[in-house]
């Protein structure tokens, strides 16, 4: 008794440290806010995500198809038992009514011209082929969560830009106010600052529409409600060269995945052809009750041979139609690879691109910014108009809002790069 309550004690101990150590794990991805990082996001995501539990199952499905092929090569052994009952009322004579019989049966295939072992080939590579498309599937889910992300993003970062613009034309406009009342400035300079005003809050309003909506469409991805993203990855780095990076092309999944078909119906092909060959097949019966002219016969073989030599062409037809998926499979995984190479290249491009993009918006936001403290400083001396110094203001904004969406797009344009050639995140299990 104390054995099974010392037991009892240990199960429950080490569930708890187990769910101790995960919600630990989980915890240290999230932001000291409660906001969620990216690969807090994805895991969310996955748990719950069709797609990937449709792979999953597609490959729990050839499994169980794998082991029936097996199977074929395999013995079959078990156990037969009968009693045949007949009426005897209308028979002269003691005849037997009943016919008992147990036996046990083994059949082994000796040779079916190894097409058995080709089709188990041809299976395992399409099996392959299903695991590394459940690969495929995360990575495309993890680029849906992940322009989502930066999406939400840009939305924040937008509203907050907004806010901040807003604080200054309000500053702005109650200078101007103060300036009209000790006649200084005109009453149309007010009118202009206002007239900003009203622009930046439409513009507030269209930035917080646009969290809402993409909020939705990552709230129903995670299957939870008011998601809040905080991004902690760094800047983004220039990228590798781009001969290095088509060098890991064999690396995505859909690629390998082609391979792998193209493998499968290789071996097909060749199952269908070793199909012409004749079978042998071995038998074996061991009785344990029988009645009859055989009650004394306790075991027999069999040993089976068929050689069809004529079927009508249907052999003929199977093998062309076995080399045509073959021919097909060759097409479509040249197809993937061209198809691949383009992705990488294209992303490669645009992932450089942004990266500039980035650097030439940071140098010009920050130019933007001394330009419109320098208007504000010469309107105050009288040397230039309101006109000039909302310019300047207009100017800022543009180029602020254009330097945080292109830090961002850099980010992510790295991140589809990396996922072009499976190079996964830590987070992706």
Not at 110 to 117: C, D, K
Not at 290 to 307: C, I, M, P, Q, T
Not at 401 to 418: M, Q, T
Request: neutral net charge; glycine residues 6%.
């Amino acid at each position: 008794m104390k054995k099974i309550v010392s037991l009892c004690f240990s199960v429950v101990l080490g569930c708890l440290c187990f769910c101790f150590v995960s919600i630990g794990r989980t915890e240290a991805l999230l932001p000291s806010t409660g906001t969620l990082t990216l690969d807090v996001c994805y895991r969310l995501a996955l748990e719950r995500n069709e797609s990937v539990a449709l792979s999953v199952e597609e490959v729990r499905r050839l499994e169980g198809q794998y082991a029936q092929v097996r199977a074929r090569i395999l013995p079959r052994v078990g156990f037969f038992a009968s009693e045949r009952f007949e009426d005897t009322s209308g028979v002269a004579g003691d005849a037997r009514s009943d016919e008992p019989e147990a036996r046990v049966y083994a059949r082994q295939p000796l040779f079916h011209g190894m097409r058995e072992i080709s089709a188990l080939k041809a299976q395992g590579e399409n099996l392959r082929g299903r695991q590394e498309e459940v690969v495929q599937a995360r990575i495309l889910l993890y680029e849906d969560v992940a322009k989502l992300f930066y999406g939400l993003a840009l939305a924040d970062e937008r509203i907050k830009t907004f806010l901040s613009l807003r604080r200054v034309s309000q500053d702005r406009l109650i200078e101007l106010n103060r300036r009209v009342a000790i006649g200084r400035s005109r009453a149309s300079e007010v009118l202009s600052s206002e007239t900003q005003l009203a622009r930046l809050e439409a513009d507030l309003e269209n930035a917080r529409w646009e969290r809402a909506s993409l909020g939705e469409m990552l709230d129903s991805l995670l299957g939870q409600r008011g998601v809040a993203v905080a991004d902690t990855a760094t800047e983004a780095v220039s990228p590798a060269p781009l001969e290095t990076v088509l060098v890991r092309q064999t690396d995505r999944p859909d690629v390998r995945s082609a391979l792998y078909d193209v493998k499968a119906y290789r071996y097909l092909e060749k199952s269908v052809r070793q199909s012409y060959w004749p079978t042998v097949d071995l038998g074996g019966n061991y009785y344990l009750k029988r009645a009859g002219s055989n009650e004394n016969v306790n075991w027999d073989l069999l040993l089976a041979l068929d050689f069809p030599f004529f079927r009508g062409g249907e052999y003929r037809g199977q093998t062309e139609t076995a080399a045509a998926d073959r021919r097909s499979a060759q097409w479509r995984e040249a197809l993937v690879r061209r198809l691949a190479e383009q992705e990488i290249r294209s992303r490669h491009l645009y992932a450089a691109s942004a990266l500039s993009r980035r650097d030439r918006l940071g140098e010009a936001a920050r130019l933007a910014l001394k330009n419109y403290a320098a208007q504000k400083e010469e309107y105050r001396l009288g040397l230039v108009s309101n006109l000039d110094v909302l310019a300047a203001l207009n100017t800022m904004e543009e180029t602020k809002l254009d330097h945080d969406r292109s830090r961002l797009e850099a980010k992510l344009a790295l991140i589809l790069l990396d996922l072009s050639v499976n190079a996964l995140p830590e987070a992706h299990p």
